[in-house]
C-alpha cells in the first residue's frame, strides 16, 4: 500500500522545484529589495536612528551565501538585521548594485546593528555627495556611532578630528579617539587598518606642529565590514 502511494505520488507529477541559479537568486534579491525596500528620506539622518543598544549580527559575511533571495525576504518582512547587512556588504564587495547599499545599511541600522548606521551615512556621501547640512549629519552620525563603541566610526571620526573637517583640528582628542579603534576589533578590520593610517599620519603632525596641511592619509570609507 504504502509503495503505491509513493507510485502514485511520482506518477502524480509532484516534482521539487529546481534550484536558483546563482544569477537568478541574485536577480530575484535586486528585485525584492528594490520593490519592498523603502527610499531613504532624505531630510533623514542616521545620527537620528542610531540605537542605545545593538543587535549583535550573526556571521554577516555568510549568512546569505547561496541565498540572497531569502536574506532579501528576512531583511524586509523578517526584521533580520544581520541578512539586510549582509546582503548590502555582498551588493558592496562584487560592487554591483552599489545603489541598493543606502537603503539595506538604513535598514540594518534601524534594526540595530550600529555599523549599519555609520556605512549608512557612507553610503550617502558615496553615492550622492554632500551639502555642507548633510556634511554636519554625517559627523554627527560618525560621532554617535563611535560613542557606542563601533570602531569603524571611531575610525573617521578620528581623522575628521586630525584634520579639522568640522571644527579646528584636535590632534590630542583625535589620538585619544583612533587609538581605541584596534583595542575594540580586530586586526584585520578595515577598521583598524585606517586607524593605524591615520595614526601614522597624525605622529607625523604632531613631530611638526608648524604644519599647516596635514600628511598624506586618506579618510577611511566607511564601506568594508
Known amino acids: 500500500m504504502r509503495r503505491m502511494f509513493v507510485l502514485g505520488l511520482l506518477g502524480g507529477g509532484v516534482a521539487c522545484k529546481a534550484p536558483l541559479t546563482p544569477e537568478e537568486d541574485r536577480g530575484r534579491a535586486v528585485e525584492w ?18 540605537p542605545e543598544k545593538e543587535t549583535k549580527l550573526g556571521d554577516f559575511k555568510t549568512h546569505c551565501d547561496g541565498r ?4 532579501a525576504r528576512q531583511c524586509s518582512d523578517g526584521d533580520d538585521a544581520t541578512a539586510c547587512y549582509s ?4 551588493f558592496m ?3 554591483t548594485h552599489v545603489a541598493l547599499m543606502e537603503p539595506l545599511y538604513r535598514r540594518s541600522c534601524v534594526l540595530g546593528a550600529m555599523r549599519g548606521c555609520t556605512l549608512w551615512a557612507g553610503a550617502l556621501a558615496y553615492l550622492h555627495g554632500s551639502s555642507d547640512e548633510e556634511k554636519v549629519c554625517l559627523a554627527r552620525t560618525y560621532e554617535k556611532t563611535c560613542a557606542r563603541g563601533e570602531p569603524m566610526g571611531c575610525a573617521v571620526h578620528g581623522f575628521d578630528l ?8 584636535d590632534l590630542k582628542k583625535a589620538r585619544e579617539v583612533l587609538e581605541r579603534v584596534c583595542k575594540a576589533t580586530s ?7 585606517s586607524a593605524r593610517d591615520s595614526l601614522a599620519a597624525l605622529t607625523s603632525l604632531e613631530r611638526n606642529p608648524g604644519t599647516t596641511t596635514p600628511p598624506p592619509a586618506t579618510r577611511p570609507r566607511p564601506g568594508g565590514p
Request: proline share 11%; charged share 30%; net charge negative.
Open 187 to 193: 586586526a584585520d578590520d578595515p577598521a583598524c587598518e
Open 68 to 71: 540572497l533571495a531569502w536574506c
Open 162 to 169: 586630525m584634520i579639522g573637517r568640522h571644527a579646528p583640528p
Open 33 to 50: 529589495v528594490r520593490t519592498h525596500s523603502s527610499e531613504p528620506v532624505r531630510e533623514e539622518c542616521p545620527a537620528d536612528r542610531v
Open 87 to 90: 546582503l548590502a556588504y555582498g
Open 93 to 95: 564587495v562584487k560592487d
